[in-house]
């Protein structure tokens, strides 16, 4: 279309998420998106036509009633602008769509709840997802729950938003690792009813504070197991937030575990650099390998004869992410949670696999 600028809504990352917008004249439609706003929290700003001063190229997202799509022809292109419409049936729809520029084409009542979430986010603010790792042992007692405390906690330290998140019942809480067992906030089985969405932003706000991170472990209650719905629920709020969340796994594949898999954008495989361990770490790697796509191991020394961390990856069929560099007194009481000695050997090993990582995605929200 002649005369036309392509726009970008306001980025979330600006810290000033907007009002939706709604231009419709149909009062049945308005009502019905009146009603979605609501369900997510949203006001929007209501107008017959485009408005005559700003608005238009600022409003996050844009919702146009089909009946006003020949209003709307003029207006500058730009991203976030929804068609929404009443008739299933319309065969003409999409030509109007395309007319508008619109990114989506929407009937009611199929799509609510793609609208409601898609409002939410404005509400929000919702930016870049955040960068999800996983961290898991290839046996018993290979160190993966340390390397997840070591990863979360650099990746705070440099600024990140950050979110650990224990998905072993079994393992007795993450927190009591970062000395945190006694933090006021929720814990998991909090959250065992939940369903749909959940406000990133409460969820946050709702979990224990450490090493400036937040925490979702257990309790030392007797839930040892939350429903697939509600695991689904919590990750994909920890997720929309943005900055990284980091989640220690379990050694087993059950459908909560298999929900947790489905979210991560890589897993780390923690292999100690002995025989045995390495046998036990390729059934689980087939395994987690079925649901993650990109899986990457992580090696931990003192080594056997004839391995290295190279041999180790080679035997797995995995990309090396590195060699698990050993922090001596760890375990001594007193001692402060793992990669919080900013320039320990531990530390330093979560800082190079963060800054390579940030790179691939092509850095954090």
Do not use: N
């Amino acid at each position: 279309m002649a005369g036309t600028v392509t726009q970008d809504p306001p980025s979330a990352a600006s810290g000033r998420p907007g009002r939706p917008m709604i231009v419709t004249e149909d009062a049945e439609l308005l009502d019905d998106l009146l009603r979605l706003c609501a369900a997510a929290g949203a006001k929007p700003e209501v107008h017959h036509g485009p408005p005559e001063r700003g608005g238009w190229e600022s409003a996050p997202l844009v919702l146009v009633g089909d009946d006003a799509a020949r209003r709307v022809r003029g207006a500058a292109r730009r991203r976030g602008v929804v068609l929404v419409g009443l008739d299933q049936d319309d065969p003409d729809v999409w030509k109007r769509a395309v007319e508008i520029g619109a990114d989506h084409v929407l009937m009611l009542p199929d799509g609510e709840q793609w609208l409601v979430d898609r409002i939410a986010d404005v509400v929000e603010g919702v930016g870049r997802p955040a960068l999800t790792v996983g961290v898991i042992g290839g046996r018993g007692g290979a160190g993966a729950s340390t390397l997840a405390c070591a990863l979360a906690v650099t990746s705070a330290r440099e600024g990140v938003r950050t979110l650990l998140v224990d998905a072993d019942p079994l393992g007795g809480g993450i927190d009591v690792l970062l000395g945190g067992e006694t933090a006021e906030g929720l814990r998991w089985p909090a959250f065992a009813a939940s369903r749909g969405r959940l406000g990133s932003g409460a969820l946050e706000e709702s979990l224990p504070e450490l090493h400036s991170l937040r925490i979702l472990s257990w309790d030392r209650g007797d839930c040892v197991a939350i429903p697939p719905p509600a695991v689904r629920a919590v990750l994909a709020a920890a997720r929309r937030r943005g900055g990284t969340v980091v989640v220690d796994l379990p050694r087993r594949l059950d459908d909560e575990v298999a929900e947790v898999l489905t979210q991560l954008d890589l897993a780390v495989l923690v292999v100690p650099a002995e025989l045995r361990a390495v046998a036990a770490a390729g059934r689980v790697a087939a395994t987690v390998g079925m649901v993650v796509r990109d899986l990457r191991v992580a090696v931990r020394g003192p080594y056997a004869p004839g391995l290295d961390d190279r041999e180790v990856a080679r035997l797995l069929g995995l990309p090396l992410a590195g060699e698990v560099p050993a922090e001596p007194g760890l375990a001594r009481p007193g001692r402060k949670p793992p990669g919080s000695v900013a320039r320990g050997p531990l530390a330093r090993f979560c800082k190079g696999f963060w800054e390579r990582t940030l790179v691939e995605a092509g850095g954090v929200a």
